[in-house]
């Protein structure tokens, strides 16, 4: 009787940047794929608990595809911790002012939420515009 052991990758796998285009994605679907790139899982080797994600970079972030209803439905909510401390924006005002908040919280929702995760968000790097500064890393586009 032979056993098969699974194999597990050792030390850290080799890291790429890639460049997404958020213009015209839904935010959903555009955060599932980043956290994909960001975790590793599109490599073959892919072996939960080790570090094997690239670095993405996303570009036109405040060009998202959005219907009106999400807009003005959608609302983002953060409390200070004290009495009558919450407070409320929607997606509309998120988007005009911050537009890498709205997919740096998408994305984060679909991350594990502990030491890993927060390791692994730091490898997002997300821009409102087209141009970003990380021209000498050579992204590769993502289709």
Known sequence: MTVEKTYVIKGAA???WLLVDASGQGL???????????MGKHKPTFTPGVDMGD????VNASALG?????LTTKNYHRHSGYPGGLTTTSLRDM?????????????????????????????LKVYGG??????????????
């Open 14 to 16: 080799e890291q790429e």
């Open 28 to 38: 959903g679907r555009l955060a599932t794929t980043i956290a994909m790139y960001l």
């Open 55 to 58: 670095f993405v970079v996303v």
């Open 66 to 70: 959005l219907t009106p209803k999400r």
């Open 95 to 123: 988007l005009a002012k911050y537009p890498d908040r709205v997919i740096r919280r998408a994305v984060w929702g679909m991350l594990p939420h502990n030491k890993f995760g927060r390791h692994i968000i730091k490898r």
């Open 130 to 143: 087209s141009e970003h500064p990380h021209q000498a890393q050579n992204p590769k586009p993502v289709a």
